[in-house]
């Protein structure tokens, strides 16, 4: 796992160019929360770009006979000022995180003990991953955070496989991100 670096190029992926990220546009229940994120895999930002548009389309924010998705650039800097914390696995902790951030009442101490982190960084529940963690959610591998439903997740979700995310959760951690510039991803 990647951590959070000065001079760091991260990637995002969307239906539209972001030069400005606005925290108050950004989903709140993703798996760390309400946060712009951004990854290290540029396959990954445009895989997320394609999503992106798709579900802005269905949503009527973008045109249906739209072509193109954007993959934004950004360089960070300044980060010695920004409190993080990296996950350096998909382990127990990570995904009692990702619960806590997804489903109200889950793992409170855990969504309390990280709301003060500018940036928080580890592997990504991606769509491919969804349907585990939906599924432990609903406890099919046993009662949530059970020693039995934990590994069993985590089994399936093949860890190893996961690329990385970066949650930048305050302006303080937007402040360190310096646009550079986007490419076209096509949709065809």
């Given at each position: 796992?990647?951590?959070l670096e000065?001079?760091m190029?991260?990637y995002?992926?969307s239906?539209?160019?972001?030069q400005d990220?606005?925290?108050?546009?950004c989903a709140?229940?993703?798996?760390?929360g309400?946060g712009?994120?951004?990854?290290?895999?540029?396959?990954?930002a445009?895989?997320?770009?394609k999503?992106?548009?798709?579900?802005?389309?269905?949503?009527?924010?973008?045109?249906y006979?739209e072509?193109?998705?954007?993959i934004?650039f950004?360089?960070?800097?300044?980060i010695?000022v920004?409190k993080?914390?990296d996950?350096?696995?998909?382990?127990v902790?990570?995904?009692?995180c990702?619960?806590?951030?997804r489903?109200d009442?889950a793992?409170?101490?855990?969504?309390?003990?990280?709301?003060?982190y500018d940036?928080?960084s580890?592997?990504i529940?991606n769509?491919d991953t969804n349907?585990?963690?939906?599924?432990?959610m609903?406890?099919?591998y046993?009662?949530?955070?059970?020693?039995q439903?934990?590994k069993?997740c985590?089994?399936?979700l093949?860890?190893?496989?996961?690329?990385d995310?970066?949650?930048?959760?305050?302006?303080k951690a937007?402040?360190?991100?310096?646009?550079?510039?986007?490419?076209k991803?096509s949709?065809e």
């Open positions: 796992m990647k951590k000065e001079g190029v991260l995002h992926g239906y539209c160019v972001v990220p606005d925290l108050n546009k709140l229940y993703k798996d760390f309400r712009f994120y951004l990854t290290t895999s540029k396959e990954q445009k895989s997320f770009a999503i992106s548009a798709i579900k802005a389309k269905s949503k009527g924010l973008i045109p006979t072509k193109f998705a954007h934004s950004f360089k960070v800097s300044g010695d920004l993080t914390f996950f350096e696995t998909a382990d902790n990570w995904l009692h990702i619960v806590a951030h489903k009442a793992f409170p101490e855990i969504k309390t003990s990280m709301k003060d940036v928080i580890g592997k529940a769509d349907a585990t963690i939906l599924a432990y609903g406890n099919l046993g009662p949530m955070g059970s020693e439903a934990d069993m985590i089994s399936l093949l860890p190893e496989r996961l690329q995310q970066f949650c930048f959760r305050s302006e937007i402040s360190t991100l310096e646009y550079l510039k986007s490419e991803v949709l």
